[in-house]
């Protein structure tokens, strides 16, 4: 589902997004509980991908204060947008954070990187290189996620994790990158104990990348689960979880 929803952002749509906020706000708060974890171990990526910037918008106000998109050109639109909106006097707006989950062509990386909390999807070596460069440049060191792929079907994106070791011996000492865990996506295995053994497969992986590059950087981050799968990823320790369609339950159809 890649284009956009054409749903007009209005006082209905904002309060469907308000009640989807909550519903997944408690949704996690459970799935935490029930893995004995705390709720504030865990932050809600929303993901906007499916909507508009003045729906994207409306998600913030109502409380979600990451928001991810996976293509550059929808990060830049609902960014600009929110930050114009922002900029108004006497707007009372609050502070975003933007997460880009999806793939980054390397001639969208100096228009990217300024906006951007955290990469979610740094998936080659090519990539490391040009996002420390472009870093440089800018001054700024940019915090990084390593996607692996740990699924059986083969068909998703991120380094293979037999590939892990040797990718960290060629990009933990980037000066510019600040690598601060992994990100990973299940094979969304119609099996929930599948789902979990993969996403502790990235748990574990990032344990042992831990221990051989530590003193270099500090792994802190698992970007793990989406809108069918959060449950089993807070359950094998995801810190992010990046929910899109559960939000926009009512909005899109
Ligand atoms: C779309 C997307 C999500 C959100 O998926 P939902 O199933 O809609 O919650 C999460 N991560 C990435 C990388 C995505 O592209």
């Known amino acids: ?33 029930k893995a004995g974890r705390e709720t504030s171990d865990v932050t809600i990526v929303g993901v906007s991908k499916y909507v508009s910037p003045e729906l994207a918008a409306q998600l913030i106000e109502a409380g979600c204060k990451h928001l991810g998109e996976n293509r550059p050109q929808h990060l830049w639109a609902a960014a600009e947008f929110y930050r114009t909106k922002s900029d108004q006097p006497n707007a009372d707006q609050p502070a975003v954070a933007w997460h880009m989950i999806g793939h980054l062509q390397r001639n969208k990386i100096a228009r990217t990187i300024p906006i951007i909390r955290l990469l979610h999807s740094l998936d080659s070596l090519r990539l490391a290189q040009a996002l420390s ?5 800018l001054e700024l060191t940019l915090p990084v996620l390593v996607e692996v792929n740990v699924t059986e079907d083969g068909a998703k994106t991120g380094l293979p994790a037999t590939q892990l070791t040797s990718f960290f011996d060629q990009v933990a000492g ?6 601060q865990g992994l990100m990973a996506m299940s094979s969304l295995a119609a099996d929930s104990s599948a789902i979990q053994r993969e996403f502790e497969q990235v748990r574990l992986l990032r344990d ?46």
């Open 1 to 33: 589902m890649q284009d956009r929803s054409e749903t007009e952002a209005n006082d209905r749509t904002a309060a469907i997004i308000r009640s989807n906020w909550q519903r997944v706000r408690d949704q996690v708060a459970d799935a935490c509980a």
């Open 133 to 137: 460069l472009e870093s440089k440049t």
């Open 174 to 179: 980037l000066p510019h990158l600040r690598i």
């Open 208 to 253: 042992q990348i831990q221990r051989q590059f530590v003193g270099m950087c500090q792994l802190n981050e698992l970007s793990m689960g989406m809108s069918g799968d959060y449950r089993e990823a807070i359950a094998q320790g995801a810190t992010i979880v990046r929910i899109g369609s559960l939000l926009w339950e009512g909005i899109l159809n």
